[in-house]
């Protein structure tokens, strides 16, 4: 009996072993991507550098990555990751880049496994998450790096400010706000960059566009107007808003400062038309809003006079809150968008490094 019952389990094991080898895949794909840059699959750069973004492969099966009729193509995703820009596609010797990336962008091919793209000079637009797609026959890898770029992790490093246009409160579009933040040297602020400025003491009343297309606004200091007197302090949320059709102001986000803001000193107040000359003059160019705030916030600038800015506002920073400058915060101080023939008003200068 024992016998028996032995002869019928060993039976019932060779079948299941003949089952488990019947229904495993014939043979793994030709290509798995490797992930060398641990769980974060993140690379950090800073502003005018360059970087190479990770795209290596294992090859198997005698496959060579270097085959007759490989593909390959990067591209750039949007924040909300609904939409894909490409950069650069690769088939044999023929390769093209795409928009903004031309001219920027290359293949490292450093040996028959990278597919490895080198991007330089460096931009704050370049931040966010990229995708590399090998396709060989039935074969598709798609491997994902996420780019960092000095500033745009830590609030530490940059600074987000509020922005709207000359025509006033709540005139911009998710697209329009986009180009609003580029023409200030900067770009649409993540939610970590918010929140982050928000525990640093930003309060600001004004609903903005964040980059993933939601509509958001920091609050430290509860009060009607502003979701309530007896609501906590924190993110007021609008939630995701048409990107088209919905019209808010915007919460830019700027890296550190490569060159110096200034006043300049001339002996006569300028039209805005003056301004822009008296900088060039001096072997500058007219300051942005973005620089402002960043030379503002992150290296303690403080100057009681009101300067045109590149944009056409007049502003003025104080680190240090006094009588008759801004007597009760530290703040960019905003005057508005004044008729650009008034000859009442300073400038402030930008030096970029040599």
Same mark, same amino acid.
């Given at each position: !009996?024992?016998? =028996? =019952?032995?002869?019928?389990?060993?039976?019932?094991?060779?079948?299941?072993?003949?089952?488990?080898? &019947?229904?495993?895949?014939?043979?793994?794909?030709?290509? &798995?991507?490797? &992930? %060398?840059?641990?769980?974060?699959? @993140?690379?950090?750069?800073?502003?005018?550098?360059?970087?190479?973004?990770?795209?290596? *492969?294992?090859?198997?099966?005698? !496959?060579?990555?270097?085959?007759?009729? !490989?593909?390959?193509?990067?591209?750039?995703?949007?924040?909300? %990751?609904?939409?894909?820009?490409?950069? =650069?596609?690769?088939?044999?010797?023929?390769?093209?880049?795409?928009?903004?990336?031309?001219?920027?962008?290359?293949?490292?091919?450093?040996?028959?496994? /990278?597919?490895?793209?080198? =991007?330089? /000079?460096?931009?704050?637009?370049?931040? $966010?998450?990229?995708?590399?797609?090998?396709?060989?026959?039935?074969?598709?890898?798609?491997?994902?790096?996420?780019?960092?770029?000095?500033?745009?992790?830590?609030?530490?490093?940059?600074?987000?400010?509020?922005?709207?246009?000359?025509?006033? @409160?709540?005139?911009?579009?998710?697209?329009?706000?986009?180009?609003?933040?580029?023409?200030?040297?900067?770009?649409?602020?993540?939610?970590?960059?918010?929140?982050?400025?928000?525990?640093?003491? !930003?309060?600001?009343?004004?609903?903005?566009?964040?980059? /993933?297309?939601?509509?958001?606004?920091?609050?430290?200091?509860?009060?009607?107007?502003? $979701? #309530?007197?007896?609501?906590?302090?924190? *993110?007021?949320?609008?939630?995701?808003?048409?990107?088209?059709?919905?019209?808010?102001?915007?919460?830019?986000?700027?890296?550190?400062?490569? $060159?110096?803001?200034?006043?300049?000193?001339?002996?006569?107040?300028?039209?805005?038309? %003056?301004?822009?000359?008296?900088?060039?003059?001096?072997?500058? %160019?007219?300051?942005?809003?973005?620089?402002?705030?960043?030379?503002?916030?992150?290296?303690?600038?403080?100057?009681? /006079?009101? #300067?045109?800015?590149?944009?056409?506002?007049?502003?003025?920073?104080?680190?240090?809150?006094?009588?008759?400058?801004?007597?009760?915060?530290?703040?960019?101080?905003?005057?508005?968008?004044?008729?650009?023939?008034?000859?009442?008003? $300073?400038?402030?200068?930008?030096?970029?490094?040599?």
């Amino acid at each position: !009996m024992i016998t =028996l =019952l032995c002869t019928v389990f060993l039976s019932l094991t060779l079948a299941s072993s003949v089952y488990s080898e &019947t229904n495993s895949p014939a043979s793994p794909p030709a290509y &798995t991507a490797e &992930t %060398e840059l641990g769980d974060q699959n @993140r690379v950090f750069a800073s502003r005018g550098s360059n970087v190479t973004l990770p795209c290596r *492969l294992h090859r198997q099966h005698g !496959m060579s990555f270097g085959s007759v009729g !490989m593909r390959i193509k990067w591209t750039k995703l949007s924040a909300d %990751e609904s939409l894909e820009e490409d950069v =650069l596609v690769s088939m044999g010797f023929h390769k093209k880049s795409y928009g903004s990336f031309q001219g920027r962008v290359h293949l490292l091919e450093a040996d028959d496994d /990278d597919a490895s793209l080198v =991007l330089s /000079d460096v931009s704050l637009d370049d931040v $966010g998450k990229f995708r590399c797609e090998v396709i060989d026959g039935i074969d598709d890898v798609i491997h994902e790096v996420t780019l960092e770029v000095q500033g745009s992790v830590g609030y530490s490093d940059g600074v987000v400010f509020p922005y709207s246009p000359r025509l006033g @409160r709540y005139n911009l579009n998710f697209h329009d706000a986009e180009q609003a933040c580029l023409d200030q040297d900067s770009v649409v602020a993540s939610f970590d960059q918010l929140y982050e400025a928000w525990r640093s003491g !930003m309060d600001w009343c004004n609903a903005g566009w964040l980059n /993933d297309g939601s509509v958001q606004y920091p609050i430290t200091k509860p009060r009607g107007p502003c $979701g #309530g007197a007896n609501a906590r302090a924190g *993110l007021r949320n609008y939630g995701q808003r048409e990107k088209s059709k919905s019209h808010y102001d915007v919460f830019c986000f700027t890296s550190g400062l490569k $060159g110096r803001l200034y006043w300049l000193v001339q002996p006569h107040k300028l039209t805005f038309a %003056e301004a822009v000359q008296a900088c060039q003059d001096d072997g500058a %160019e007219i300051a942005n809003v973005a620089q402002m705030y960043a030379a503002w916030k992150l290296n303690g600038y403080d100057r009681c /006079d009101s #300067g045109w800015l590149a944009d056409g506002s007049v502003r003025y920073p104080i680190s240090s809150p006094r009588r008759n400058c801004s007597p009760t915060e530290a703040a960019v101080r905003f005057v508005g968008f004044p008729d650009k023939k008034q000859k009442l008003f $300073g400038v402030y200068c930008f030096k970029g490094q040599q």
